[in-house]
């Protein structure tokens, strides 16, 4: 019963979350110009079991941050982008769903996708 709780509520923390990632991009557009092209970024595979690949248009200069938060919000992965592509190391990870956030450096602006660990 705990974890169905827990799954609704991350389900639910998902939507809105997006739904806020969304408003916040909007809203600092104008102050974020850099980072416009930099919010289209790709995950690949996804799901994946041992690596997954980011992918992004374009950098800032200062590069873009990424971090990985689990279902519970426990943040288990950082790291700065100063490339397009990178890859991550998902070998020892719990399966589940993860949330990926793409920053600039600044935290102005940032935008979250999903993904699955199998």
């Known amino acids: 019963m ?10 639910f923390a998902v939507f809105n979350m997006t739904a806020q990632t969304t ?4 809203e600092r557009a104008s102050n974020a110009s850099q980072f ?6 790709s995950i690949f ?3 994946g079991k041992n690596e997954m690949n980011i992918s992004v248009s374009s950098l800032t200069n200062e590069g873009l941050e990424l971090e990985v938060y689990d279902v519970l919000g426990k943040k ?11 890859k ?15 920053s600039s450096s600044n935290q102005e602006a940032h ?7 199998l």
């Open 2 to 11: 705990m974890r169905k709780l827990l799954f609704i509520l991350f389900v």
């Open 23 to 26: 408003e916040t991009v909007k």
């Open 36 to 41: 416009e092209s930099a919010t289209k970024f």
């Open 45 to 47: 595979p996804n799901p």
């Open 76 to 86: 288990v992965h950082v790291q700065t982008l100063n490339a397009l592509s990178a």
């Open 88 to 102: 991550v190391n998902i070998a020892k990870w719990n399966s589940g769903l993860y949330l990926v956030r793409l």
């Open 111 to 117: 935008l979250t996708k999903r993904f699955v660990k």
